[in-house]
């Protein structure tokens, strides 16, 4: 079992990452995510099967206060931003800080991290360049995709490689 956590700001696309990931589907009318929310999925990889429990956080600052709850027991965080916003990329940059410096303070030092870059088919509407992300993503040693849930690139390739990584663990 891998337990996983999504940080972001509100409007990222978190839960539509989860969604197109569990179920396939993407909706234009997401409704926003209330406290957190709590899928499971089962995948293979090889002969091992993985289960993946995931908990999607709201994203919200009246929310922040619980955040550590999710992240200080999962084995990965992913933080997503919108390639459109360039807010929530400073937001995803304080979730990785937050969740760096408690993993420096406990003993929850083996989190795997992934930036992700989310809404990468509104290329049109750009504000992060792709070099940003990664940039950043490489100087706190963290894995970095772009991905859209909206048509799917790179969305299956994020779980597989957080499973990959992480089932040699469990
Ligand atoms: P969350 O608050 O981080 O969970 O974000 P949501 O998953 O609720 O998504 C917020 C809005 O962005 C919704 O209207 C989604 O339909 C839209 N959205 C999410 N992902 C994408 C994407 O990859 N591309 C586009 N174009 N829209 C997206
Ligand atoms: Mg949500």
Redesign the pocket.
């Known amino acids: 079992m891998i337990s996983q956590v999504l940080l972001?700001?509100?409007?990222?696309?978190?839960?539509?990452?989860v969604l197109r990931f569990v179920k396939g589907e993407?909706?234009?009318?997401?409704?926003?995510?209330i406290g957190a929310a709590f899928f499971t999925q089962v995948l293979s990889l090889n002969e091992a099967t993985v289960k993946f429990d995931i908990w999607?956080t709201a994203?919200q600052e009246r929310y922040h206060s619980l955040a550590p709850m999710y992240y200080r027991g999962a084995a990965a965080a992913i933080v997503?931003y919108d390639i459109t916003s360039m807010d929530s990329f400073v937001r995803a940059k304080k979730w990785v800080r937050e969740v760096l410096r408690q993993e420096f303070t406990s003993s929850n030092s083996s989190l795997t991290m992934f930036l992700v870059a989310?809404?990468?088919?509104?290329e049109a509407e750009r504000k992060v360049r792709y070099e940003e992300g990664e940039e950043y993503a490489k100087e706190n040693g963290l894995s970095f995709l772009e991905?859209?849930?909206?048509t799917a690139q790179n969305v299956n390739e994020l779980f597989y490689e957080i499973a990959k990584r992480l089932a040699k663990a469990n």
């Open positions: 972001g700001d509100m409007g990222a696309g978190k839960t539509s990452l993407f909706s234009e009318y997401q409704d926003s995510t999607d994203g997503v989310n809404k990468a088919d509104l991905t859209s849930a909206k």
